[in-house]
Structures are given as structure tokens and as C-alpha cells.
């Protein structure tokens, strides 16, 4: 799973609000652009869709709303449209009795109060895709992009294309599959927990909830089973970390071949022949339902679907392309009905609107190439997750895969228009960076250093301190690149000059800890981790490091109480419920080492570390049987450690057990031939089983 920081969200000019604030906000601007639309009639198609739909009124058996089409009449009928959206119809009907009749206000006050929970809903699902899927102490979801994912949803509240969907009745098709489809990919996401060792486990049953919300969008609006492509998308890019671009040259290339185990252990082909299944079942459910086929449309319709030959039907149709994405990108002209005429199609390839075909491609070219082959992930991947959000929703109204009955239709660009605002929010984030050139080093430095070249990082980080002198990032970057190369004093110095700076960034504050207690400067270290703590209360990582000083300095009671408060944060922190077991153990505390030891295990039952200072301890105990279970249950999953088996070793010698302990002593020596102790314990073996062997006469 890939987790980024977003190198531009700080520069956007917004306002730092917290998560509820934010959706508050998000939700009033979707409440005051359209909620002059709350007394307005029934209009266009709301006559056919409500006041002439026999299945919202009570004296209907509900039943009827599961054999007919959205607008009333049978799915067997020739005349059927196929418009199959059951729970739209419902909703209908629930506000036909509410109101005690057709009375628009209420059909109208719901798409309203709708359109604002979906958008406020869109900071979650933009926050995921652009800043990734990471989890606090609590189990929340983190926003990593706080301000980019504030605008690209204050973008979609807003956003004029939607004015055919809120204002217009019938439009609550595409609002409740919008809503469906962001439980959808949100229940998707909840599939992902992060286990012990920092990889990310999955939930089957959160797959399946997400597949069945799906069908729920897919019963409010056909389109709604794009959410699969979205969520196939989002798990190969942002869980997997696949680059598509690296993995198409490997399989046309044929170098470096895929590693099919290291595939099937993500999970990924799993996951995706579930969605898979389940996106054709529910195909083939609604090819079942229509009945008699897909619905006859005419001329007037969709006039590019009846042109003389398949050249100037794909040409038309791209037309329509570059018109959706202009009323998308300037929705300065709007229009409830684009057909009779309105969009004249080209017959020629002299006709001047060619240019607007070769535009679209152009720029969705340059968008492809730099979403494939951008050397900076973080870009590369926000702009592929864009593009799918823009394109994957609109595919069902595209002509591609069957005949549609309109030209244009702004409904269908309800779900789409979210992509573009991803989009934008994102380009207008990279502008606000460019302004501070000191990024485009810093971006570069972290990339380099994330491919682990840190040299060539070091020196990016230093132009973009040269450049922003008081940039606090990257002197933190820079302070934990040089502390890792043992170059402490620079490393102090740097971090110490950044939370000069900014007193309140705490995680420069632990790191400075980590540097000073590295340089035995264990005071100044105490003072700089309480600092981070004071400025982060729920920080275990820092409490970890802190109960490190404290058993540096011997403070045994103190490091304890510190890895305690780290466990407490973060009950999944194996290093610091690791270290307790340790401590104890070394203090000669072994009733309590192995009460913690077994505390963990229940919280970290697959914590292979836990169980071999667990195993140590028992082993003390002389409780062999037990400890025998912890080792080797710790070397079944972790077949290779060399230190594991020479305990084990010592365990079994210590038992009597000694060609075990021999055989043991052999698999640690040849996994490790320098491991402490080992060798001499070895050869204290061979000596006694030589005795054996040969008794004195």
C-alpha cells in the first residue's frame, strides 16, 4: 500500500478545518447553489418519470416496480426504454406518500439534501484517492490531503453540470447512484486494515458488502456498476502499488518476468475475481430482466448511432466526447434536451468542429502519458485515479458498448464531473507549488529517497533548503536521511533549527530525540521527546522512543510505562510490546515478561518476534513444552531466522533433547556463521555428545 504526502496540499490558500467542519462546509455550498430549485415543478421528463408513472401511487401493488421500467411500463414491452431503477422508483413513491400526493417540494427538497451528503461524502473518497488509505489509532481514516480534497469537493458542490440532476426530478437516479457508489468504494477501502508488520490485510466481507452495495447503485441507475472499475483501479495502484507503465514494458518486453507468488500473496487476483463475478451476475441478472432485448431507439435520439458509415459514427461520437468535457471543464451553455437537432453531425472531415476531436486527444494523450510515465509516483498515480473517476462512469453512456437514446445527457456526467474535479484541484494545487520553486527540489529528493538513493536525495533536500531557508520538511527529511547515515551533528543541527521554526511539528521534535539520544545527550533527547508529545498528544511512536532512552539511561520503571502508553495508543505496536517482554526478561522479572508476552499475542496472535521473546522467557521457566510451541510456531513463519533456531537450540540442550538441539544449532550456524555464541554453544554439544559416545574407562 502506497502512502503519500502530497507535496502541494499545504499551498493551496484554504483554511486548515477539521474533518467535520470540512464536510459542513462542503454540504452548506451544495445546499446554497441549488436550493432555489426547492419550489420548482414537475418539468421534461418528470412528467413521464412521476406524474404519469402509475407505480408511485399506493393504490399500485408495490410489487409493479420490480417488472417495470423507470417510467411505468412493462420490461416485456417493445416500448420499454429498459430504464430497470426499482429503488429510485421507491424513493419516489415514498415521497408520493409523505406528501399525501404529487407535490414537488419534497421531490425537491430530497435531490437537494442529497446532492449536499454526496458531496460532503466526496472529501472521503477524494482524500483516498489522491493522499491514500491510512488508519489513526482509532481506526478512522486519515486525510492526507486535507486542502486538495476540500477543493475538489467545493468544485463538486458547485459545479454547474449538476443542475439538470438536482433541479430536475428524474435526477435522483443519478443522485442515489452517486451515493451508493461512494459506499461502494468507501466499504471497499474498509476491506484494508493494516496488520503488525505494516502490510495491509484484507477482509473478504467487506468485499462483498461493497460488491452488493454496487448492485444497489446498479438498481438506482445503470452506471452504477463502474464503481467495480473505480474500486479495481484504486486497489492495483494505491494497495498494490502497481506502476502500469514499468509492468506493461516487463510483459511486452518480457523482461523480468512477473513473480505470480509475490502477486497472489497481495491478494489482488482474488479480490478481482470477486468483483468480476460479481459485476457479470449482475449483467447477466439485467440482460435477464430486459426481457426482449436491448430497447429500439430512433434517429432522433441518437442521430450519430444511425450515420451512413462507422467512420463518421466514431467521429460524431467523439464529437459528443469533446462536448461532455467541455460542459464539464465551462459549463457556460446548459441544456435539459440536446436532441432534435440541436448537435448538427459532421459528415465531413473538412468540417472546422475536427478540431475539437484533435484537442480532446491531445490533451488526454498528455494526460495518459504523464499518468504512465511520470517519475514522480505521487503525480503519476493521482492523475491515473483521476482519469478513471473522469472516464470508467461514463463509459455505459459512451455509444461504445450498446446504442443510447440521447445525444447528451448532463445526468450522466454527474459521477464523471467528480474525476475533473479531482483533476483540477490537483492542477491547480501543482500551480500554487510552482510558485515555491524550493518544491520541485524537495519532490525530487523524496522520490530519490523513496527509491532508496540517498545520496543523490541529500542533495535536492539541501537546494531546497538553500532555496526556502526556513522549509521545515525538508530540513526534517534531510535531518532523518543524515541520522540514518550517522551523520548525527548535521542531523541535530538541522532539526533543531526546523522546530525553532515551528515550535509545534512534532514529528521533527522525535526525530531530534532520536538524534540527541544517539549522541548520549539523554536530557536534551527527554526534553525533545515530551516537546513532540506535547504537540501530538497520540503519538506512540514517540512514546516507543522514549521508553528507548529510559532503558538506555536504565530507568527500567520509566521505559516500561512508556511502551505501556505506546501500547495503549496503539494496541498493533509489535516493537513496543517486543520491548517490554525484553526488559522484563533481562531484569529478571519473568512472571511479568511472560504476562505481557501473552497480553501481546492475543492482540498480535501472528507476531513471530513476540513469540521468540516469549519462547526466551518460558524457557527460563523451564515450561519447555510451551516454549518449544512459541519457537517453533515463530520459525513456521519465519522459516530463516538464525537467531530463532539458536535458541530453539539452547532450549532443546538445556532439555536434554540434544540431536534436536544439534540439528538446531547446524540450521543457526548456517543461516548465520558469525551468530554470538552459537558457535561456542555448539561445540559445547559436539563435546557432550562425544562423552556420550565414548565414556571415560
Known amino acids: 500500500m502506497v502512502l503519500s504526502e502530497v507535496p502541494w496540499d499545504h499551498r493551496i490558500p484554504l483554511p486548515a478545518l477539521t474533518p467535520g467542519r470540512a464536510r459542513g462546509a462542503v454540504a452548506l455550498l451544495a445546499l446554497l447553489c441549488f436550493i432555489n430549485s426547492y419550489d420548482g415543478e414537475f418539468v421534461f421528463d418528470d412528467s413521464e418519470a412521476i406524474v404519469n408513472n402509475k ?42 406518500l409523505l406528501a399525501g400526493g404529487l407535490h414537488p417540494i419534497g421531490f425537491h427538497m430530497l435531490n437537494i439534501i442529497l446532492h449536499a451528503v454526496i458531496s460532503a461524502l466526496m472529501i472521503d473518497v477524494f482524500a483516498i484517492l489522491i493522499g491514500g488509505l491510512d488508519y489513526d489509532e482509532t481506526g478512522r481514516i486519515l486525510n492526507h490531503a486535507p486542502k486538495t480534497s476540500l477543493l475538489a469537493a467545493l468544485f463538486f458542490a458547485a459545479h454547474p453540470i449538476h443542475t439538470e440532476s438536482v433541479a430536475g426530478v428524474v435526477g435522483r437516479a443519478d443522485l442515489l447512484c452517486a451515493l451508493f457508489f461512494q459506499l461502494s468504494f468507501l466499504t471497499y477501502c474498509k476491506a484494508f486494515s493494516r496488520g503488525s508488520d505494516g502490510a495491509y490485510r484484507m477482509c473478504v466481507q467487506w468485499v462483498v458488502v461493497s460488491i452488493l452495495l454496487c448492485a444497489a447503485a446498479m438498481l438506482c441507475k445503470e452506471q452504477g456498476i463502474t464503481v467495480l472499475g473505480v474500486n479495481a483501479a484504486f486497489d492495483v495502484l494505491l494497495i498494490c502499488n502497481v506502476n502500469v507503465y514499468e509492468l506493461s514494458q516487463r510483459l511486452l518486453l518480457r523482461k523480468n518476468p512477473l513473480n505470480m507468488s509475490e502477486v497472489l500473496r497481495t491478494g489482488l487476483p482474488t479480490r478481482l475475481a470477486l468483483m468480476g463475478f460479481g459485476g457479470m451476475s449482475m449483467l447477466y441478472a439485467r440482460w435477464r430482466i430486459m426481457g426482449t432485448g436491448p430497447p429500439a431507439f430512433t434517429e432522433v435520439d441518437n442521430p450519430a448511432s444511425f450515420a451512413d458509415n462507422i467512420f ?28 432534435m437537432g440541436c448537435v448538427p453531425l459532421i459528415k465531413s472531415a473538412t468540417d472546422w468542429r475536427m478540431v475539437w476531436l484533435l ?90 529517497a523513496d527509491r532508496g538513493n540517498t545520496t543523490a536525495a541529500i542533495g535536492y533536500y539541501r537546494e531546497a533548503v538553500r532555496l526556502h531557508p526556513t522549509y521545515v520538511h525538508a530540513m526534517n527529511n534531510l535531518g532523518n536521511i543524515l541520522k540514518e547515515r550517522n551523520e548525527l551533528l548535521e542531523a541535530e543541527q538541522l532539526l533543531s533549527r526546523a522546530v525553532s521554526i515551528q515550535p509545534d511539528f512534532a514529528a521533527a521534535w522525535m526525530n531530534l530525540g532520536i538524534v540527541q539520544n544517539s549522541l548520549l545527550k539523554f536530557e536534551e533527547a527527554e526534553h525533545s521527546y515530551w516537546n513532540a508529545i506535547r504537540f501530538r498528544r497520540k503519538y506512540p ?60 499475542l492475543r492482540i498480535l496472535p501472528y507476531d513471530h518476534t513476540i513469540m521468540f521473546s516469549l519462547a526466551n522467557v518460558l524457557g527460563k521457566l523451564q515450561k519447555y513444552k510451551e516454549s518449544e510451541g512459541f519457537f517453533l510456531h515463530a520459525l513456521r513463519i519465519n522459516p530463516n531466522a538464525a537467531s530463532c533456531h539458536g535458541n530453539l537450540a539452547v532450549l532443546y540442550h538445556r532439555w536434554g533433547k540434544l540431536e534436536l538441539a544439534k540439528k538446531h544449532y547446524e540450521l543457526s550456524l548456517k543461516l548465520d556463521p558469525q551468530a554470538p555464541g552459537t558457535k561456542d554453544n555448539y561445540n559445547m554439544l559436539l563435546r557432550k555428545l562425544d562423552q556420550l559416545k565414548h565414556p571415560p574407562s
Not at 459514427?313 to 435539459?336: D, K
Not at 484541484?425 to 510552482?434: E, V
Open 55 to 96: 407505480d408511485l401511487k399506493p393504490t399500485t401493488p408495490l410489487s409493479n416496480i420490480w417488472s417495470n421500467d423507470f417510467w411505468g411500463s412493462n420490461l416485456s414491452s417493445n416500448s420499454s426504454h429498459k430504464s430497470y431503477r426499482p429503488l429510485t422508483v421507491l424513493t419516489f413513491r415514498l415521497n408520493y
Open 312 to 339: 463518421l459514427r466514431i467521429v460524431n461520437y467523439n464529437y459528443y466526447y469533446s462536448l461532455n468535457a467541455w460542459l464539464l471543464l465551462c459549463p457556460w451553455w446548459l441544456c435539459f434536451d440536446w436532441s
Open 359 to 448: 484537442l480532446l486527444w491531445c490533451i488526454l494523450i498528455g494526460l495518459i502519458s504523464q499518468a504512465l510515465c511520470s517519475q514522480d509516483g505521487q503525480r503519476r498515480r493521482t492523475l491515473t485515479l483521476g482519469l478513471v473517476l473522469l472516464v470508467v462512469p461514463f463509459l455505459p453512456a459512451s455509444n461504445v458498448f450498446f446504442r443510447v437514446g440521447f445525444v447528451i445527457a448532463e445526468r450522466v456526467l454527474y459521477l464523471s464531473s467528480a474525476g475533473s474535479c479531482l483533476l483540477l484541484a490537483c492542477c491547480l494545487g501543482h500551480c500554487c507549488c510552482r510558485w515555491a520553486r524550493h518544491r520541485v527540489h524537495y519532490n525530487v529528493g523524496k522520490n530519490l
Open 541 to 600: 511512536d514517540c512514546y516507543y522512543n522514549l521508553g528507548r532512552l529510559y532503558a538506555d539511561q536504565n530507568r527500567h520503571v520509566d521505559a516500561l510505562n512508556a511502551w505501556r502508553n505506546a501500547t495503549m495508543l496503539k494496541p498493533e505496536h509489535s516493537l513496543a510490546w517486543n520491548n517490554m517482554v525484553i526488559l522484563l526478561d533481562n531484569t529478571g522479572n519473568l512472571g511479568q515478561a511472560e504476562l505481557i508476552g501473552r497480553e501481546a
